[in-house]
């Protein structure tokens, strides 16, 4: 048994050393008889010299063997030039283990690639147990350059042609290759006898791009692969803001986090928005009268700036980034943004960007608190009509149609909350920053259900944030909207990254809900800031889920 696997191996190395004739003739493509290290591969002058030292072999016969087998060196000449010629290669993969060999690496991948810098190279991946190592090669007539992924390795010595990497791919002693071309996808096994069994079947990517033959992939994948995203990173907003390089091509490194909430906030706003709309609660929008959103306690207005630019900003069709991400795109709908912020500087900056980006008609910025800011008559598209809710009250139509307060801090998230109920606002996205009121409460109050939980600082302080929040999400629920509390980014971008989704459908809250929140009050022996804030609406949605009543609640409420 061990000398037939002797004489496999041995057969196989002639067959592998005659595959390059001529002088240069090496056999490369013998298989190694045992597993060398990553740090010292098997080189091109290496191989010589061991090819000198092997036995001539005479030319393989094309005439295919007794069931359909093949001589191998013949098979992995066809194979060779496949590898080395970018028009015809799409992808090759190799794996197993052949009888008699033992190769240096798991699996191995070869694709042609189109580098910003160097042009079209032969890309190999070498898997191991545990990573990948990737290496770019250039092919016959291309000019040698340094690969990045492997000069350091290898000390700046110039990396290996395409050549040379196929022989040494094809010298590992792997079992099985498939390898892809337009036409078509060839599949070799090396058998137990040293010889090659080929398969042959039709390229399914061949039916996409007509006839074999009739077409050429018209560009070569691309050496980084592109990610979708909502906004590119040469977006005039994220250009002008500081979040893009000048040149729009990449994120300043110091940027990333913020780009991140960027896209993970406009992810969750496009979700909301488009099922807000697809329920029939948020109206369409027209020019007659756009799509109004307010963003309260914007500070630099990096999201209210990017939900402009995503949802209303024009561009033109078709015109293409020079940086590696492709964008989703979607309906412009028509939209004014209002930005509210105490400090006089943001509004200052906020005002000056949105006149550069030429925002300036859509986009404007008022300074002042959340609770008191005078925003009715600074939207561009005045609104007359009158609308009434389900109930019959008469209430001015809503002046706002999305509210967004994100890391507005302590009760100022409250204050936001209060006025998107007021103005009857279809959509509201929150994402609270500091909890300090009701943990004050919290450690004042004579009620202290789980001590626990409460004994330690830290944990009480957490517990506090989970409260103020749930206590938001119900009363919110009380007052008739639909409520979602998600985590919208990850902890490594914002330890605040908890977002409170509203919509409103003006569904009425049972008296189990209220019983909820009644419970909640009393086994806490406190009132949220936001249910002082909106007493008065509370009292009369409480008055009509119970009957005209107000109930217990109220007189808890009146207590604390």
């Known amino acids: 048994m061990r000398a037939s696997s002797l004489c496999a191996a041995a057969r196989l190395s002639r067959h592998c050393a005659s595959l390059r004739a001529g002088p240069r003739a090496s056999a490369a493509l013998a298989f190694p ?10 080189t091109a002058a290496a191989s010589s010299e061991r090819a000198d030292a092997s036995p001539p072999d005479s030319p393989p016969s094309a005439k295919p063997r007794k069931g359909g087998k093949r001589d191998l060196a013949e098979a992995y000449r066809e194979l060779r030039a496949i590898l080395v010629d970018p028009d015809r290669l799409v992808r090759a993969v190799a794996g197993g283990k052949a009888r008699g060999a033992d190769p240096a690496w798991r699996r191995l991948e070869m694709r042609p690639v189109a580098l910003k810098r160097g042009g079209v190279k032969l890309q190999v991946v070498k898997y191991d147990q545990r990573q990948a190592f990737t290496s770019n090669h250039a092919y016959p007539g291309a000019s040698t350059r340094r690969s990045s992924a492997t000069g350091a390795r290898r000390g ?20 099985n290759w498939r390898v892809e071309t337009e036409e078509e996808v060839l599949q070799l096994r090396v058998t137990k006898s040293g010889e090659a069994a080929v398969h042959r079947g039709k390229q399914l990517l061949a039916n996409a791009s007509g006839a074999p033959g009739s077409a050429k992939r018209s560009v070569i994948a691309g050496h980084d692969r592109a990610k979708p995203r909502l906004l590119d990173p ?11 390089a000048a040149d729009g091509r990449s994120v300043r490194a110091n940027r990333r986090d913020k780009y991140k909430q960027v896209e993970e906030f406009l992810k969750l706003l496009e979700l909301a928005f488009d099922e807000a709309r697809a329920g029939g609660h948020l109206p369409e929008p027209t020019r007659a009268r756009p799509t109004r959103l307010a963003d309260l306690g914007c500070g630099n207005a990096y999201l209210t700036f990017g939900a402009y630019a995503y949802l209303a900003a024009e561009r033109e069709d078709g015109a293409e980034s020079e940086s590696s991400t492709k964008t989703r795109s979607r309906m412009k709908i028509p939209m004014e943004v209002l930005g509210v912020d105490v400090k ?16 300036d008609r859509s986009c404007a910025f008022v300074e002042g608190t959340i609770a008191d800011a005078d925003v009715d008559a600074l939207w561009p598209t005045p609104r007359d009509e009158e609308r009434s809710d389900e109930e019959g009250v008469g209430t001015k139509a809503a002046s706002v149609d999305v509210v967004l307060a994100l890391h507005a801090c302590d009760t100022a998230t409250d204050e936001a909350l209060a006025r998107a109920v007021r103005w009857r606002a279809p959509l509201t996205l929150v994402s609270p920053c500091c909890h300090h009121d009701l943990q004050v409460r919290m450690r004042r109050s004579p009620q202290d259900p789980h001590p626990p939980m409460t004994r330690h600082g830290i944990l009480r302080e957490r517990l506090g944030d989970v409260v103020t929040d749930a206590f938001r999400a119900h009363v919110m629920r009380l007052l008739g909207h639909r409520v979602d509390v998600t985590e919208w980014i990850g902890g490594e971008h914002t330890p605040r990254n908890t977002m409170i989704r509203a919509i409103r459908t003006g569904a009425e809250a049972g008296e189990e809900l209220w019983a909820e929140y009644d419970d909640m009050r009393e086994r806490w022996g406190v009132t949220p800031r936001l249910a002082e804030i909106l007493k ?7 008055a009509r889920a119970c009957g005209g009543g107000v109930g217990r609640g109220a007189e808890v409420m009146g207590q604390t």
């Open 536 to 542: 008065p609406e509370l009292d009369d949605a409480r």
């Open 344 to 359: 006089a500087q943001a509004r200052e900056t906020n005002s000056r960007v949105a006149a550069e980006l030429g925002w």
């Open 156 to 175: 700046g010595r110039e990396s290996a042609s395409a050549l040379e990497a196929a022989d040494e791919a094809l010298a590992c002693g792997f079992a």
């Open 234 to 244: 040469s977006d005039p907003f994220l250009v002008r803001v500081g979040v893009s």
């Open 33 to 42: 008889s045992r597993r060398p290290s990553r740090a010292s591969s098997t």
